[in-house]
């Protein structure tokens, strides 16, 4: 069974904003974190957020981005503003520890 469903992802204009979510068919309960992966470089971090909803942003979205998660639909959400051109690639949730199996990503392309 696929645990981990991410859509939202899209082309868009550098400056421009997309929405992220990702639905968890696992308990729920526990620190989630987007990850990443663009072009030539391995999967990374975005953020992640707690279950009582204290969020941490790497360093290159900070101020950019937003993670957010409703409990009772057991899902995920990233906001993405100001979006750049290296924010371009397949971006995937998974538990901030103790990664389960990755699901297919959402791809976002950036670019003019």
């Known amino acids: 069974q696929v645990q981990l469903v991410e859509s939202g992802g899209g082309h868009v204009q550098p400056g421009g904003s997309l929405r992220l979510s990702c639905v968890v068919h696992f308990a729920f309960d526990r620190p989630m974190a987007w990850y990443r992966q663009t072009p030539g470089k391995e999967r990374e971090l975005v953020a992640y957020?707690?279950?009582?909803?204290?969020?941490n942003y790497e360093n290159f979205v900070q101020g950019r981005f937003t993670i957010a998660r409703d409990n009772a639909r057991s899902t995920l959400y990233l906001e993405m503003t100001y979006l750049k051109p290296e924010d371009t690639g397949i971006y995937y949730c998974?538990?901030?520890?103790?990664?389960?199996?990755w699901g297919l990503g959402t791809l976002v392309t950036v670019s003019s």
């Open positions: 957020i707690t279950s009582g909803g204290t969020s």
């Open positions: 998974n538990k901030m520890y103790g990664i389960s199996t």
